[in-house]
């Protein structure tokens, strides 16, 4: 195989916020990406389905630069994700946060530390202001009220909205959310679709959520892309993935096994 | 860290006691334990069990740390690992150890000298005139040196061992058992081979 002439660069749509070109990933003998392609422009809101296990975290742990694809290209922001060292990966890291699907929540650190611990690692030493952006993070996802618990301490929905606050509070330009409505009851997911929404709206953050929930979709979604089996089945409006006869498409939102009983 | 040195020291001086009582030595024990215990004892039992309480935590700490993706969070909020979690453990654990040793040492020395000069009726003038006699600076510095690297050779290895945790709550026991394991035996085998280099650049008994 004869190597490129240059290496990759970047689309030149200056619209172009996060692009993934051609990504294979495997584990062990697992093949789970096999050539994702996809482009995110800025302020758009995609969400990311898919059937469980099918690479959908791996995918988002891509974009952040966790995991390196075994081939293809990962660009955020202009930069080349997969070909920067550990230690270059700073400005990415200032662009992009994210939740994690476990939350990932320090369990050393209270609720209120946990959350002000992004913003105090920016460079924000003011403690009022700290103190300020923390109440504020917590009220948008409606949790101001657990400042000095522990996580372990936290039920399984509080420490996933712990996790989004601490995701928000630096208003990145890109924001990866991990099923952040898994774990949590009908109101308090409406109230984090509601925080999603005004997220983009008001500060123009893009966003890339991986969620089970229908219903959210059709609320916040620009874009809607399906993996499965290590691709990019389906990527459309949401109102096009309605209107999908793609049989698989179908049976995935509407929730349909092929078991019968 | 008093109790094993306490008891090492002691038992060290009944056993050597008995065998220089022999050859009309006795009175040299305080000496021989001093400078063993300087050289050697102190800072290997130290170490060990360093590594068996700190080591075991730190790789247990940042194992569940890994495996839960607290470590992952950290380098998503731009903070590496490395600068967070294994540094500070490094300095403390620079700093704290010359005192373990010392600990250790110091508990060592006076056990031995009671049991010589309460379970055997040696004068005790004896037993320290000796031990300060034969004890240099230079004993200490070995003992300190010792413990210097012991340390680093602790944390570094825990630490890894807490980094490269895998595959949940399992993974974080192998990492804290192969931690313990490890650093007990590179610490050993360190230690032969720093004895000989410092034994090199502070030959024993020279004044
Ligand atoms: N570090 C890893 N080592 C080995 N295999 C892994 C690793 N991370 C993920 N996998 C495998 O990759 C596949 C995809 O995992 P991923 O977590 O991305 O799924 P997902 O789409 O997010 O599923 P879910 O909806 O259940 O969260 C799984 O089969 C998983 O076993
Ligand atoms: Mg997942």
Known sequence: MAAPASSPTPSNDADVFIELRDVHKRFGKQEILCGINLTLKHGETLCLIGPSGEGKTVTMKHIIGLIRPDSGDVFVGGMHVNKLKDREMAPIRQKVSMLFQGAALFDRMTVEENVAFPLIESGVRDKAEVKRRVLEALEAVDLAEHLEKYPPALSGGMRKRTGIARAIICRSECILYDEPNSGLDPIGSDIIDQMILRMQKRFGVTSIIVTHDMRSIFKIANRVAMLYRGKIHFLGTPDEIRASPDPIVQNFINGRSDVTG | ?207
């Open chain 2, 1 to 207: 860290m008093i109790v094993t040195g306490a008891f090492t020291g002691a038992v060290f001086t009944f056993q050597s006691y008995a065998k220089f009582k022999e050859f009309g030595f006795e009175t040299t024990v305080g000496a021989v334990v001093s400078v063993a215990l300087c050289r050697e004892l102190g800072p290997v039992l130290a170490g060990l069990m360093v590594a068996g309480r700190v080591g075991a935590a730190m790789a247990a700490d940042i194992g569940t740390m890994k495996v839960t993706e607290q470590v992952d969070a950290l380098r998503v909020m731009g903070v590496h690992p490395v600068d967070y979690l294994v540094l500070p453990r490094f300095l403390a654990m620079m700093i704290s150890m010359p005192f373990l040793v010392a600990e250790s040492i110091s508990f060592g020395l006076i056990a031995s000298y009671m049991v010589t000069s309460f379970g055997y009726d040696m004068p005790s003038a004896w037993y320290l005139t000796h031990m300060i006699d034969h004890t240099n600076m230079e004993d200490l510095i070995i003992g300190m040196i010792k413990g210097f690297v012991f340390g680093m050779i602790i944390t570094l290895i825990s630490c890894h061992q807490g980094l490269a945790a895998e595959n949940g709550a399992v993974g974080v026991g192998t990492g804290t058992t192969n931690a313990v394991v490890i650093s007990s035996l590179v610490l050993l085998i360190v230690n032969f081979f720093l004895s000989i280099l410092l034994n090199y650049i502070f030959p024993i008994g020279s004044v």
